[in-house]
């Protein structure tokens, strides 16, 4: 069964997409980057800031699916700079528990509104 996930606890999606696609055991969440859902704009320059907002929208979509971070297994990070890797990860670090989720994190050109950090997860329902 193909169904959707919505919340108004993180920013609607700024295009043709869903905050998260469920398919029974495995919920698919696409991309968050650090928009406030309330005003739809960042909530800072600063790189921390930016990545705590990231994940504060992806743990309420995860909500929204009836799910958390323990349910995440592979996360995908995209940096518009690997010199913020330290800061992000030590952000990222501070949001789950182990056994950690499988991950890749890579430097990309260029990221939705010139942000910074962009998170995308897949989780299972255990």
Do not use: C, W
Not at 77 to 97: E, P, T
Not at 100 to 105: E, F, G
């Amino acid at each position: 069964m193909f169904q959707t996930i919505s919340t108004t606890q993180a920013p609607g999606a700024i295009g043709p997409y869903s905050q998260a696609v469920d398919l029974g055991s495995l919920v698919f969440l696409s991309g968050q980057i650090p928009l406030d859902p309330d005003t739809m704009e960042f909530v800072s320059d600063d790189v921390t800031e930016q990545t705590h907002q990231v994940m504060k929208n992806l743990k309420a979509v995860l909500k929204e699916a009836g799910l958390d971070f323990s349910h995440v297994a592979k996360m995908n990070i995209y940096l518009a700079s690997m010199d913020d890797f330290a800061a992000v990860n030590d952000v990222y670090a501070g949001y789950l528990k182990e056994p950690y989720p499988a991950r890749a994190a890579v430097e990309v050109s260029r990221l939705p509104k010139g942000a910074r950090v962009e998170i995308e997860a897949v989780a299972v329902r255990k």
